[in-house]
DNA sequence: CATAAGTTTCAGTAATTTCTGAAACTTTGG
DNA sequence: CCAAAGTTTCAGAAATTACTGAAACTTATG
């Protein structure tokens, strides 16, 4: 498992990204060498390919498979677990937007239920105004996502191409529906 | 500048969820304080709000700045620095994913850019296939985010709380469209 | 059940990031 | 130009996170 300048290219890039997405150099370069990998690859593979310890990459690994972006899977006759990504690119942005919302997002969606709850001071009324006007926002984002969520990639995909049509569309029904905003101020 | 139980419960919250957002405490917690606070506010309320130290507190508005998350502002009469954030939040919105983009994707996207121009080797094929796909992909949403970048605040919002009605004008040009996808080619 | 092939755990170390406090710097007004 | 009020910088301390290597554990097979 030597890997070539393309691949150590595109790999050391993965591992420098990864303070940027939230996961370990390691975590990053297993997965970008997964990425790239025509066949599956078990541990051991991902240790030769990047030089480092064997407990790091079960570690990756596993947080890999925490994120749900690797799959095991078992190679006929052979004992090892082995490793691989979705071929379908698609299925990947599905899957990483999903577990990113599920660390970035739902906690703070939590949180800020309960504090809506709370009966506000007079002192916290502004504060307690901010919090429900933030909570209802990202509860109208998160409604939106879950509705794409469900939508078949190869319609998910022909709305993405659509762009600009897609605003016509919305011309269209802004005039109908009524908007809730800070009254027109201009 | 005390903070009162129900600001405390969200600042610290937005702290613990610093390392989550890619930012450290107290840059997610002095966000916090100017998010909930009704006036600007200069970097020593910030400081006794939180009980951090002075120059801490200056990175991190420092750092918010860099972000375009807050926004520096003059007080009359005042010559120290008071800081706000922006009353609408789907400003604020728009330039959280705005700097994300920035900051997680476009340096892949150049850098796939670069992978894809060269000329692959026999065993490079498939890691250049796959690195086209990709790049292929991003610049698909990314397409789509600029266009949508580009809708006023108003008509994103219709578009986004339209959810089901926009499932059925997708499902209808559908069938229109030519889709590019594994079982259609060309 | 013994062994070998493989995987996981964990205590300690290394690396990185965040934070502090003091010193340096800047700006305004007399 | 000086003094006062404010802001920024930066070297080192503290905290956190990532990584290693060795030991413990698991499982398939003779």
Redo the contacts between chains.
């Keep these: 498992m030597q890997l070539?300048d393309?691949?150590k290219?595109?790999v050391l890039?993965f591992g420098e990204?990864g303070s940027?997405?939230?996961i370990a150099r390691t975590v990053g370069q297993c997965y970008a060498v997964l990425?790239?990998?025509?066949a599956p690859l078990c541990a051991d593979d991902l240790v030769e390919a990047l030089g480092v310890s064997r407990s790091n990459v079960s570690i990756s690994l596993k947080e890999l498979q925490a994120w749900n972006i690797v799959r095991l899977r078992h190679v006929q006759g052979d004992r090892r677990d082995f490793f691989t990504v979705p071929e379908?690119?698609?299925e990947i942005?599905r899957t990483l937007v999903e577990e990113r919302k599920k660390?970035?997002i739902d906690?703070?969606l939590t949180?800020l239920r309960d504090?809506r709850m709370?009966e506000?001071?007079e002192?916290?009324a502004?504060?307690?105004g901010?919090?429900t006007?933030?909570h209802d926002?990202i509860e109208?984002?998160t409604?939106?996502y879950d509705?794409l969520s469900h939508?078949e990639?190869?319609?998910l995909?022909?709305?993405?191409?659509?762009?600009?049509?897609?605003?016509k569309?919305?011309?269209g029904?802004?005039k109908v529906?009524p908007?809730?905003?800070?009254t027109t101020e201009g």
Excluded: N
């Design positions: 070539s393309f691949h290219d595109f890039h990204m940027r997405w939230g990425f790239l990998s025509d379908d690119m698609w942005v660390r970035e906690p703070t949180k504090l709370a506000p001071s002192a916290d502004y504060a307690h901010r919090v006007e933030l926002l109208t984002m409604g939106f509705e939508l990639t190869e319609r995909v022909a709305m993405i191409r659509m762009g600009a049509k897609l605003k569309f919305i011309a029904s802004a529906l908007l809730k905003s800070k």
